[in-house]
């Protein structure tokens, strides 16, 4: 997987909110979460706050393709998931995964 990790930047915002909502039809395969793929996404004003904040990282292809995006909140020792999401093309790849694992690195710093 040729995906590389950095901090989100505002012209990514359109991808960001897609890939959001492209992730949540996941949930459309059982019912009872189904409110889920038709429930609110992130705006893109809070958005611009994780990225102002350099609290919102995306994993990209090469193209700028967006595979998935974990955004988090700090606390005074540990950070929040705030979202993390993972387009559906790019599901059961490990993105998540990855995405968890190189953010939980930095979190420890």
Do not use: C, N, Y
């Amino acid at each position: 997987m040729s995906l590389k990790l950095r901090l989100a930047q505002p012209q990514d915002i359109p991808q960001l909110v897609a890939v959001e909502r492209s992730a949540a039809q996941l949930f459309r395969q059982q019912p009872e979460l189904q409110f889920i793929a038709e429930g609110e996404v992130m705006s893109p004003r809070q958005h611009v706050d994780f990225i102002e904040q350099q609290q919102e990282w995306v994993m990209a292809s090469p193209t700028e393709q967006i595979a998935g995006f974990i955004a988090v909140q700090p606390f005074a020792h540990s950070w929040h998931i705030a979202e993390l999401s993972v387009a559906a093309d790019w599901q059961r790849q490990g993105v998540g995964k990855r995405l968890i694992e190189e953010i939980s690195g930095l979190a420890l710093r």
